[in-house]
T-cell receptor
Framework: GENVEQHPSTLSVQEGDSAVIKCTYS??????FPWYKQELGKGPQLIID?????GEKKDQRIAVTLNKTAKHFSLHITETQPEDSAVYFC????????????FGEGTQLTVNP | DARVTQTPRHKVTEMGQEVTMRCQPI?????VFWYRQTMMQGLELLAY????????DSGMPKDRFSAEMPDATLATLKIQPSEPRDSAVYFC??????????FGPGTRLTVL
């Protein structure tokens, strides 16, 4: 089955700096890669996703890049703000699998004011 | 503002008791997922349904856990009997197209 590894497990940055979280996956047939943000006491919230037919996607301060050859994808947050502090999860799935997502172990991001 | 709802938000019970958690998926979504989150195991998929039919429940301990969708607006996860190791946050998520999943706020279960 699919295995997703996520690094780093914790990340501390100064407000205004950029943050990068990286994930690798094992199943070459995976073609959908979402990122979720989980704030304390809440459920994970989808923040951005990418499909295998594109290499990069941006949404304001958030971008995701995908390298299918190397089987890794990354989340980039620019101009970080204290409200970006949360746990971030990457995930991967095959469309043909019936939407079964395999999650990484999460990254605790802390943005220091 | 469509969202997944879950009840109860918190549940404290004693070992051996039955626990039922409920989820109302986003109206029109045809896929429902149950996850368990713990510090040690992260987010684990327990089971999921499409058009109310179970597609995969391989992540669920069969002897004590059961998941059903009595109708399109209600999914249930039941634990009987509950054990302390079941203490976790249980999330329900729903989706329409398939891949994109929207999570509920979770049920925090504590089994004493």
């Amino acid at each position: 089955g699919e295995n997703v590894e996520q690094h780093p497990s914790t990340l501390s940055v100064q407000e205004g700096d950029s943050a990068v979280i990286k994930c690798t996956y094992s199943d070459s047939a995976s073609n959908y890669f979402p990122w979720y943000k989980q704030e304390l006491g809440k459920g994970p919230q989808l923040i951005i996703d990418i499909r295998s037919n594109v290499g990069e996607k941006k949404d304001q301060r958030i971008a995701v890049t995908l390298n299918k050859t190397a089987k890794h994808f990354s989340l980039h947050i620019t101009e970080t703000q204290p409200e970006d502090s949360a746990v971030y999860f990457c995930a991967a799935s095959r469309e043909t699998s019936g939407s079964r997502l395999t999650f990484g172990e999460g990254t605790q991001l802390t943005v220091n004011p | 503002d469509a969202r997944v709802t879950q009840t109860p938000r918190h549940k404290v019970t004693e070992m051996g008791q039955e626990v039922t958690m409920r989820c109302q998926p986003i109206l029109g979504h045809n896929t429902v997922f149950w996850y368990r989150q713990t510090m040690m195991q992260g987010l684990e998929l327990l089971a999921y349904f499409r058009n109310r039919a179970p597609l995969d429940d391989s992540g669920m301990p069969k002897d004590r856990f059961s998941a059903e969708m009595p109708d399109a607006t209600l999914a249930t996860l039941k634990i009987q009997p509950s054990e302390p190791r079941d203490s976790a946050v249980y999330f329900c998520a729903s989706g329409l197209r398939g891949d994109t999943q929207y999570f509920g706020p979770g049920t925090r279960l504590t089994v004493l």
